[in-house]
């Protein structure tokens, strides 16, 4: 990703692969923290959406079923 730095603040961080680094940016080349950094997935938004309607609308149809059929017996 390369080097990402914020104006006001006197750190500025590097992420490659799966190492994290800050570096102080008052005294050049000074590591103040190393570490790795994980990646996993997180499924979208849609997708969960997607499936809570989907079971939702399910739901309301079977019991509507159920309904229709209790009134006619």
Same mark, same amino acid.
């Given at each position: 990703?390369?080097? #990402?730095?914020?104006?006001?603040? &006197?750190? &500025? ?22 570490? %790795?950094? &994980?990646?996993? #997935? ?19 149809? %079977? %019991? ?5 059929? %209790?009134? #006619?017996?």
């Amino acid at each position: 990703m390369g080097q #990402k730095a914020n104006p006001s603040n &006197s750190r &500025s961080y590097e992420i490659i692969g799966e190492d994290f680094t800050i570096f102080s940016r008052t005294s050049p080349n000074t590591e103040v923290f190393s570490g %790795k950094v &994980s990646y996993r #997935k997180v499924p979208e938004p849609t997708n969960l959406g997607a499936t809570l309607f989907a079971c939702g609308l399910a739901w309301i149809l %079977k %019991k509507k079923t159920t309904s229709i059929e %209790k009134v #006619k017996s």
